[in-house]
């Protein structure tokens, strides 16, 4: 099933929720264990993160360097194939531009096709730790733009080689990221949002926020996507806290804020369970306003913790 109808079709607010798949190395029971501890809340769709390439840099024994290639967590087409397999729940694999040729981008989605898979989340992914600014594969999407128009042109069969006889169609239901309080690259939000225009313009059928803490960053964002002529649905993504260092090190990866009541009570934490308790109550709160207020779905961050989501879902629900 469709992302798009599971929300379109639901009279009150859903439970969705995003997993990473396992370190390269390890299996996948944990990530069974985070699903089968979620399964009572009925959590319609589980997005699964894509994560690309990276370099490293080693030394080896004659003491020159050389460069590594490093994919920490491999998997995300076949773990989502797996979930939805297992539990008969919608996935949502990720794609991104970052790091994939478009030829590699339409043989993932041919693979998810044949996989049963309906939904992609596209995305642009982040540069390189060793880039100054992103740059994309050699043929390669540029921005989620182009990444949406590419799996939009799969839709009616537009593949990348016009001499191709067989064009079946791919209808994926796309969603495509916000950022209530700005992407980081992006000069100011009035542009920020133009491009996520864009994005929808080119037929992204949702859009999931990045996590934010305040509600009212969420709310002011709806009401300009609103303005702007964006009417698709706007999911919200929320985080619940569970570490101490979080304070700071989320507001530095994700160029998002953290209210000062929260941060001071993250703060005052004695240790990572306290601070995980203040996290799950803020979570708490920011889910109860956002579902009185009707929300389509709640998308939690989970990093595969269960716990804290357990607890916000039984405070909510
Ligand atoms: C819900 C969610 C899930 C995520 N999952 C993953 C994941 O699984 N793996 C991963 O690596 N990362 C993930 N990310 C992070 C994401 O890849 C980064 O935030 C990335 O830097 C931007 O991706 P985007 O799709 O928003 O890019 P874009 O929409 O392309 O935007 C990137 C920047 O470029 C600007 N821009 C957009 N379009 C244009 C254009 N046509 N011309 C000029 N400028 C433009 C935007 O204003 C913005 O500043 C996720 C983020 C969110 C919110």
């Excluded at 992103?134 to 593949?159: C, H, M, W």
């Excluded at 990221?177 to 992204?204: R, S, T, W």
């Excluded at 964002?221 to 569970?242: E, H, L, N, Q, W």
Aim: glycine share 6%; hydrophobic share 40%.
């Amino acid at each position: 099933m469709k992302v798009i109808d599971i929300i379109n079709s639901a009279e009150k607010t859903q439970f969705s929720f995003e997993l990473l798949p396992p370190l390269k190395g390890s299996n996948g029971d944990k990530l069974y264990e985070t699903v089968d501890a979620l399964l009572e809340f009925n959590p319609r769709y589980i997005n699964i993160t894509t994560h690309r390439d990276e370099f490293d840099f080693r030394t080896r024994p004659d003491g020159l360097i050389e460069k590594h290639i490093v994919r920490k967590r491999p998997g995300t087409v076949a773990i989502a194939a797996s979930l939805q397999y297992k539990y008969g729940i919608p996935v949502v694999p990720h794609i991104l531009c970052g790091g994939f040729t478009r030829s590699e981008t339409e043989h993932v989605l041919i693979d998810l096709n044949f996989l049963g898979i309906e939904n992609v989340l596209a995305l642009r992914g982040d540069g390189l730790k060793t880039e100054p600014v992103f740059t994309p594969a050699p043929d390669g999407n540029r921005n989620a733009n182009e990444l949406v128009d590419q799996i939009v042109g799969l839709r009616s069969g537009k593949y990348l080689d016009p001499d191709l006889k067989n064009t079946a169609p791919l209808d994926f239901c796309i969603g495509v990221a916000g950022y209530p309080e700005k992407h980081f690259e992006a000069p100011n939000i009035d542009l920020d949002m133009l491009n996520l225009k864009q994005k929808v313009d080119a037929g992204a059928d949702y859009i999931v926020t990045q996590m934010f803490f305040d509600n009212q960053k969420y709310f002011d964002f709806v009401d300009k996507c609103r303005a702007m002529g964006i009417t698709v649905p706007i999911i919200p993504g929320i985080k619940p806290i569970a570490l101490k260092n979080q304070l700071t090190v989320l507001p530095k990866l994700f160029s998002i804020d953290l209210p000062q009541e929260f941060a001071k009570e993250l703060a005052a934490a004695k240790d990572n369970i306290a601070a995980k308790q203040v996290g799950t109550e803020w979570a708490i709160h920011q889910a109860k306003e956002l579902v009185k207020r009707g929300v389509p779905s709640l998308h939690v961050y989970t990093y595969g913790l269960t716990d804290n989501v357990k607890e916000i879902m039984k405070a909510v629900f």
